[in-house]
């Protein structure tokens, strides 16, 4: 058990760990601390963090089911369920989650956000867009926001759109594995694999799960000529469980 006065060193411990990434560490702290306060609703949002930065999204998932159950007047908790389950592409499950967290809260940026990501799944773009300039109305120099917007660009064709708002990403957070994929994007569709097969990589080194990034880097490769590269970055893909164009597994007998 945990002593009473020492909680909130551990808490504060587990959120520090979380920060750097150590997540095992972080999430030791915090099953540390459910030992002695088993219902607390804080505790259990924690570890929906902590467990959805592990990408255990199921395990995630019923962390926050708990928190719901023990404070039903945390935004928080559904934004955090809901970008869950559209991680999962459960869509639909994922927007009512969001949508709720609005009626609770209409001025929370992070909701918006990933209901724009949503509405990139059913490639409603315009739609998509509107979404996130609403994140961006409340929060103007939000990285992740800037960086999505930027997605949304490419998927337009708005090139030049895209690139000024991934660079003035990564200019804020340089590490964020997300804007590089999207950069890389960027310089396949502008006819430069070099530059793109270069960012892609760097996405990947620092975050090798980034959404579709192997897939990228392939399309990069077989462009530039490096069959045998590119085919090696498409079985990655495939043990991401990540769904290739027909095209790319004739290409590579996968």
Not at 30 to 59: C, H, N, Q, W
Not at 168 to 175: A, F, V
Not at 179 to 196: E, F, I, V
Not at 216 to 235: F, H, V, Y
Request: glycine share 6%; charged share 30%; with cysteine.
């Amino acid at each position: 058990m945990c002593d009473p006065q020492y909680m909130d060193a551990y808490m504060n411990r587990a959120n520090a760990f979380y920060e750097l990434n150590e997540l095992y560490r972080a999430l030791d702290d915090l099953e540390y601390v459910k030992k002695s306060i088993p219902d607390s609703a804080t505790v259990y949002f924690r570890m929906g963090l902590v467990k959805a930065k592990m990408r255990k999204f199921e395990e995630a998932i019923a962390d926050f089911d708990q928190a719901w159950k023990l404070d039903s007047g945390n935004a928080e908790t559904l934004i955090n369920r809901g970008t869950v389950k559209y991680y999962l592409r459960r869509l639909d499950d994922a927007e009512n989650d969001l949508k709720r967290a609005l009626e609770r809260s209409p001025l929370e940026p992070n909701a918006y956000n990933a209901l724009a990501l949503i509405e990139v799944e059913r490639e409603d773009y315009d739609k998509a867009l509107d979404l996130v300039n609403e994140a961006l109305n409340y929060e103007p120099g939000q990285p992740y926001f800037l960086n999505n917007r930027g997605f949304v660009y490419l998927l337009q064709g708005r090139l030049d759109k895209a690139k000024a708002d991934i660079d003035r990403s990564i200019t804020i957070d340089p590490n964020n594995a997300w804007a590089y994929r999207n950069k890389g994007w960027y310089y396949y569709l502008s006819g430069n694999y070099t530059d793109a097969i270069r960012l892609l990589q760097r996405a990947l080194v620092l975050d090798p799960y980034v959404d579709r990034g192997h897939l990228l880097l392939a399309q990069a490769q077989i462009g530039a000529g490096d069959i045998e590269g590119g085919c090696k970055s498409l079985r990655k893909a495939v043990a991401n469980n990540v769904e290739l164009p027909q095209q790319f597994l004739d290409r590579c007998g996968l």
